[in-house]
């Protein structure tokens, strides 16, 4: 850790741990000129501890939503989006999103923010749903954590070692960025081909990842809201109009048929610069989305767009750094 780390974690050790850091927090808040909120962003929360499927610890998420449970006004996303067009956003107000879902937003997180009282939406890929199957990013991460190959070619011609686990966690990293690159049609076949390649062994524990849709109702009436996130994880952006349009509105299709009520607020698959268009924002218009996410870093005010509202936050493990930094991120979105 290195000497600015020590710091921080010292001074925000001792604003929270002396009460301050709440006043803190709210002279942050209601100094706002007007409200421009943050939107979280979580995907996996367990206690696996596996590095090739990296998740938040249970009692880190824990910790993190009872501070944000004492100091800030969770809105389901739908509302903050609505509340920031009329004007009337709580000057405290945040919400939280759950991306792809996986299994254990029902099994560690519902629990968590039923307690608290806290709102919450997941975006389904409803492609998965239901299924034994994986997104492909996961397929990836599982072959390698049970790889037998020595080596591994990734890319163009890059000959990568396989020998210990932080070289195969480095070959992960090289591998999902790369076919992050590969044209969507190439993407599955090259991932199969990685995966046949890396000889992977019996899996250790194989279980199911994603929701069911019988979870997916359970997480409703736990008070989820339930938004779409495509039906297979594809880059929008990369696609034809009618294959987008198969894609976002098929997923929308899927929910309101699971769940018999519409849904209303949508997320981007990467959600980066260049992974949406505008020719994919007017199809989630069309397909009658209220509101939809990013993964653009930011604040959200009453002059951004509904259609491309700004996700982020900190990933601090230690509670009062997080604290210390979400109040930072709250107040300038950086």
């Given at each position: 850790m ?16 002396s ?6 927090t ?22 696996d501890?596996?590095p ?12 993190r ?9 969770v809105?389901?996303v739908e ?5 920031l067009?009329?004007?009337r ?8 999103t759950?991306?792809?879902g996986?299994?254990?937003n ?6 968590i923010l ?5 709102p ?6 409803t492609g998965?749903i ?13 072959a390698?954590?049970?790889?037998t ?38 993407r599955?076949?090259?991932v199969?081909?990685?995966?046949s390649?890396?000889h992977?062994?019996?899996p250790e524990?194989?279980?199911?990842l994603m ?6 109702g ?8 339930i938004?779409a996130?495509t ?5 929008l952006?990369r ?22 009520e519409?849904?209303s607020?949508?997320?981007y698959?990467?959600?980066?610069v260049?992974?949406?268009?505008a020719?994919?924002k007017e199809l989630v218009?069309a ?7 990013t993964?653009r ?19 601090e493990l230690?509670?009062p750094?997080?604290?210390l930094k979400?109040?930072?991120y ?5």
């Amino acid at each position: 850790m290195g000497l600015r780390s020590t710091a921080l974690r010292a001074v925000s050790g001792t604003l929270y741990h002396s009460g301050l850091l709440g006043p803190v927090t709210r002279a942050v808040t209601y100094t706002k000129s007007r409200p421009r909120l943050p939107i979280l962003t979580f995907h996996r929360v367990n206690d696996d501890h596996d590095p090739f499927m990296p998740s938040l610890p249970t009692a880190v998420f824990a910790g993190r939503m009872a501070h944000i449970a004492r100091h800030y006004a969770v809105l389901p996303v739908e509302e903050l989006a609505l509340r920031l067009r009329q004007g009337r956003a709580p000057r405290n107000a945040l919400a939280l999103t759950f991306d792809d879902g996986y299994r254990d937003n029902l099994t560690h997180v519902a629990p968590i923010l039923k307690r608290l009282g806290l709102p919450a939406t997941i975006f389904l890929v409803t492609g998965f749903i239901g299924t034994p199957n994986a997104l492909w990013v996961d397929r990836v991460a599982m072959a390698f954590k049970i790889a037998t190959a020595r080596r591994v070619v990734v890319g163009h011609g890059r000959m990568l070692p396989l020998g210990t686990v932080r070289e195969r966690l480095l070959a992960l990293d090289a591998a999902l960025a790369h076919l992050k690159r590969v044209p969507n049609e190439d993407r599955l076949p090259a991932v199969d081909h990685l995966i046949s390649a890396l000889h992977p062994g019996a899996p250790e524990r194989p279980k199911r990842l994603m929701l069911s849709w019988d979870e997916v109702g359970a997480l409703r009436g736990l008070g989820f809201s339930i938004g779409a996130h495509t039906v297979t994880h594809p880059i929008l952006s990369r696609l034809a109009p009618a294959q987008a349009w198969e894609e976002i509105q098929g997923s929308k299709a899927a929910i309101e048929k699971a769940l018999g009520e519409p849904v209303s607020a949508f997320a981007y698959p990467s959600g980066g610069v260049g992974d949406y268009n505008a020719t994919v924002k007017e199809l989630v218009r069309a397909a009658g989305f209220s509101c939809a996410v990013t993964t653009r870093r930011g604040l959200n005010d009453r002059d951004t767009s509904a259609l491309e509202l700004r996700r982020g936050g900190p990933w601090e493990l230690h509670l009062p750094t997080y604290a210390l930094k979400l109040a930072y991120y709250s107040a300038t979105g950086a």
